[in-house]
């Protein structure tokens, strides 16, 4: 079936490095990508968003990349700070009318000062 | 505003007990939902709500009911727990079309014996 699905399960990085997580969706109908950050304990936190007529964007310190010709998503972070540690996960709409979000299974994300 | 709730933080069932999740919104939110949350696993969809009076099935439907009796309520209800009932459950709302990014309470531990 489709899925969306993450290319590595944890990724360690050092304080002020810059963080790259990927996630790559099979659906090529699927036109709204989510990451969302889930701190141990507590429910998933919207990050940033992207349509698929973008291939990019940016927030606060993170950056969304979308190359729907491969069907590739990832979250950059910029200058990640142990606050970052979290699992991260990237979600794709699949349905034109309710937003039914297909979950990746996560990436954790390890931050060491 | 205190977003989304969840009532309550945990909760251990016999098997063929019921029970109903409580999840609430202060946001004036149309969309509503239900996921769960396995070890290793990215959340499922179980139900959602596009509006009081309106429900409907996503992924993993099978032993839950829902009623949106109202525009802030959106309970869940275990009719017969089963061990493979044991979770993590996530409510979500979101404004509707348009503006589709999800809000999600802080969950339901469930442990089914």
């Known amino acids: 079936g489709e899925s969306v699905g993450l290319h590595l399960p944890t990724l360690s990085v050092q304080e002020g490095d810059n963080s790259i997580i990927n996630c790559a969706y099979s659906n090529s109908a699927s036109d709204y990508f989510i990451w969302y950050k889930q701190e141990s304990g507590k429910g998933p936190q919207f990050i940033i968003d992207i349509r698929s007529n973008m291939d990019k964007r940016q927030g606060q310190r993170v950056t969304v990349l979308l190359n729907k010709t491969v069907k590739h998503l990832s979250l950059q972070i910029a200058a990640t700070q142990p606050g970052d540690s979290a699992v991260y996960f990237c979600?794709?709409?699949?349905?034109?009318?309710?937003?039914?979000?297909?979950f990746g299974t996560g990436t954790r994300l390890l931050v060491s000062p | 505003n205190a977003g989304v709730t969840q009532t309550p933080k945990f909760q251990v069932l016999k098997t063929g007990q019921s029970m109903t999740l409580q999840c609430a919104q202060d946001m004036n939110h149309e969309y509503m939902s239900w996921y769960r949350q396995d070890p290793g696993m990215g959340l499922r969809l179980i139900h959602y709500s596009v509006g009081a009076g309106i429900t409907d099935q996503g992924e993993v439907p099978n032993g839950y009911n829902v009623s949106r009796s109202t525009t802030e309520d959106f309970p869940l209800r275990l009719l017969s727990a089963a061990p493979s009932q044991t979770s993590v459950y996530f409510c979500?709302?979101?404004?509707?079309?348009?503006?589709?990014?999800?809000?999600f309470g802080p969950g339901t531990r469930l442990l089914v014996l």
């Open positions: 979500a709302s979101s404004y509707g079309p348009g503006k589709e990014t999800q809000y």
């Open positions: 979600a794709e709409n699949k349905d034109t009318g309710f937003q039914k979000l297909v």
